[in-house]
C-alpha cells in the first residue's frame, strides 16, 4: 500500500524559504518519478517539480532558479525547499508518486497516488 505525509507547510513573508518533506511508504524510489503539484484557491493543480527514477530533476518554469527538488532514498522522503517565495507560490502542496519512471512533463494525470497536502502561505 502506498502513502505519502506532506510536512512542513506553513506561513512566510515574501522573499523567505520553506522546506517541504513528503515520508513516503510503498514506492521504490529508483522505479518511480516522484513529484511535487500545488493547487492555488479556484486554480488548476499545477506541477512544481520531480525526480525521476533516476534522480533527474524537472521544474516547472515559474519555479526554476527558486526550488530545489531532493529526495532521502534510505530515510525515503521526498523534499521540495522552496527559496525566494513569492506571494503566487501561496497553495496546497501536495507530493505524488507516478506509475512509472518519468516524471514527463509533470501532468497530474499520470500520478496514481497522492498526499493529504500541506498548506503554504505567502504574505507580502
Known amino acids: 500500500q502506498i502513502e505519502l505525509m506532506e510536512s512542513g507547510g506553513g506561513s512566510v513573508q515574501a522573499g523567505g524559504s520553506l522546506r517541504l518533506s513528503c515520508a513516503v511508504s510503498g514506492v521504490t524510489f529508483n522505479f518511480h518519478c516522484m513529484a511535487w503539484f500545488r493547487q492555488a484557491l479556484g486554480q488548476d493543480r499545477e506541477g512544481v517539480a520531480g525526480?525521476?527514477?533516476?534522480?533527474?530533476?524537472t521544474y516547472a518554469d515559474s519555479v526554476k532558479g527558486r526550488f530545489v527538488v531532493s529526495r532521502d532514498n534510505a530515510k525515503k522522503i521526498l523534499y521540495l525547499q522552496m527559496n525566494t517565495l513569492k506571494v503566487d507560490d501561496t497553495a496546497v502542496y501536495y507530493c505524488?508518486?507516478?506509475?512509472?519512471?518519468?516524471?514527463?512533463?509533470?501532468?497530474?494525470?499520470?500520478?496514481?497516488?497522492w498526499g493529504q497536502g500541506t498548506q503554504v502561505s505567502v504574505t507580502s
Open positions: 525526480l525521476d527514477g533516476g534522480g533527474t530533476p
Open positions: 505524488a508518486s507516478s506509475a512509472g519512471y518519468n516524471c514527463g512533463t509533470l501532468n497530474g494525470r499520470y500520478f496514481k497516488s
